[in-house]
Structure formats: C-alpha cells, structure tokens
C-alpha cells in the first residue's frame, strides 16, 4: 500500500473531507487538520481575525485551483 499521494480524511477542525498533505495542528501538535486549517491556525497565530482568513483562503484557492494540488 502506498502512503505518498493522495489519501482522503476528515478534518477534526472543521468537519470537512480532503485530500492531500494534512497539517499538524499548532494547538496541541498531534492533530492532523486540513491544508486550509492548517492556514487558519498560521494566520490566527500572527492575529488575523477569522474573516480575513476565510478571504485570505478564497485568494489561495483562486490562485491554486488550476494547479495541480
Ligand atoms: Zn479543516
């Protein structure tokens, strides 16, 4: 069985489905979240409110979703 490459899972942070590299949460470093939790919680830790996240998110995914992931 082959571990590289894509594999799906659930986020615990916020309940969604993805696939890809997941992030090691900075809140207790052991959970594995999402890319874009992953991000989140990058972006909370230098005090950018939760809307600026999301469209800080919405820039990435723009920028990213023609790219192979
Ligand atoms: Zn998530």
Known sequence: MKIEGKRTAICPRCGKKYTG???LSRTD???YICPDC???E???SI????KE???ILATIHSH???KRI
């Open 29 to 31: 470093n052991k959970t």
């Open 64 to 66: 990213t979703e023609h």
């Open 53 to 55: 996240q999301e469209e």
């Open 47 to 50: 005090g950018v409110d939760e």
């Open 38 to 40: 992953g991000t989140r």
């Open 42 to 44: 990058a972006l909370e």
């Open 21 to 23: 590299r997941p992030a």
